[in-house]
């Protein structure tokens, strides 16, 4: 079918030329050469041409968005044209210019759509103004460009104009061990947001749109809708009119941040830390209420990750199971055998296999590596984790925690942990989502994690069981969902736009790639 696309446009020229021969009193009917003579090469209109025009193109235009290669895969498999028809480019063009042309507020290059190149090429092939390009060529560099803008600003508007687990987790080169050797390179992952992103499903849904005119409905429903983006949006139109680039730039960032579509806090009850800020804020919609607090997050060789969980309870005294990557690069390297190091810090050493307590001055490097041994520091007031962590499901051994160092939530730089989130508050935040929370129910919290009871039950309770257990865990109704996030300019419990610094350094990869569009 391709092969004999646009064959009635030449048909079409034909009749014109006839019908004007009748109407001029000719005097002998026209064959065909005479028509050859009236037809000019560059009206002709070849699909053969039009695909090798947009091969040529596919062939000058690198994959700057994760969107263009959904362009090239789509031409390369040879399906049909999505904005050439048989009457020429298809009107649903105007419909995407009109959107194309009022991208000037979504925080990216004017030249990121070809506007003005889309614009200034239908105008010269409606008006048939050939000059070094034929029909042929500027119908299918139309072709392409359309295809290319138009999945770019679908992709974008819907899932974030970068592809938010692709960059995040191509940012820090995980070291090796001492004494490893590596043939390429391993990346941390850092997030694991449960993002929506774009399929192969959604872009054919998308093509469909302009061959059934229904492009404009589509367009208009896949805008964000969020509140936040829209807030953000609106601070860099602000912006950008006051002429304050820094603000600008912070709010053109966190847009691209509003677009990628994962769950956000929303309702209910719901812990969110921000990273970039260094606070936690607890939130109880169902009693209006909510609370924040100081945290300490990973340090800049430990960042902590990104990510969206649920804390079903709350563990009293914990042990601290040592990671075995904190055991390799840094217990092994500098501890080995050091009986006062294993002392001063209440280390344990159990075997896996018989479960027997040994003592961890007796192992050897090789022992530590093996994993054949899982080094523990015991309970208690000394312990790493404090008397408190909230443990939640997720792929990096990451919990909020209680901690031995209360002096370093005065610091402003609180970007000390190995990844973990230090709470300055924990009995607090334990004790908020609680739903009855009576004070013998607190006093009993706080005896078991060796603080005396303030009200007059508690102490009564602790003089009448002195040997009773003390509680191990707190739990809760329905689990409590919790967020690790990371924003650079995010509305303060008031409502205003508060910026931090970019600790991570997350917002200078994403304005360059940004500025790749």
Known sequence: MRRVFFLITSFSLLLFIWACGRRSGASRMLDIDDLKQWIKPEYVINASAINKEVQKQIGKTPNNMYADAYSKKYYNKSNPFVWATRMGISPEADTLLNYLSQTGDLGLSHNAFYADTIGRLLQQLRKHEFTEANANQLTGRLEYLLTRAYLRYACGQRFGYLHPRHLMNNLLVDAPEPGETRTSVIYRQIYDQQSEEV??????????????????????????????????????????????????????????????????????????????????????????????????????????????????????????????????????????GDSAYYARNNYHAINKETKQVVNPRWLSAADLRSGRYTLRQERGAGNSLGRIIFRFPNNFSVYLHDTNNKGAFQRSDRAISHGCVRVERPLDLALFFVDDPTPLYVDRIRMAIGQQPLSEQGKAYQENHPDEKPMKTIGYSSPIPVWLDYWTLYPSPHGTLQSFSDKYGYDKELEKELNRI
């Not at 302009?210 to 953000?232: G, N």
């Not at 956000?264 to 260094?278: C, D, E, F, K, M």
């Not at 924040?292 to 990510?307: D, E």
Request: proline share 5%; charged share 25%.
């Open 199 to 336: 399929s192969d499903s959604f872009i054919h849904h998308a093509l469909e749109q302009v061959r059934h005119h229904r492009l404009s409905a589509f367009l208009a429903e896949i805008q964000p809708t969020d509140t936040l983006f829209r807030r953000m949006q609106s601070e860099y139109i602000r912006a950008k009119q006051l002429g304050d680039t820094t603000r600008t730039r912070l709010a053109r960032i966190n847009m691209e941040r509003a677009r990628w579509r994962y769950p956000h806090p929303t309702g209910g009850r719901y812990i969110w830390v921000n990273l970039a800020s260094q606070e936690l804020t607890a939130v109880d919609t169902q009693r209006d209420t909510m609370t924040t607090m100081r945290v300490c997050c990973g340090n800049a060789s430990h960042k902590t990750p990104l990510l969206h969980s649920a804390i079903k309870h709350v563990e009293l005294n914990p042990y601290w199971v040592i990671p075995q990557t904190i055991v390799r690069k840094e217990i092994v390297p500098r501890h080995v």
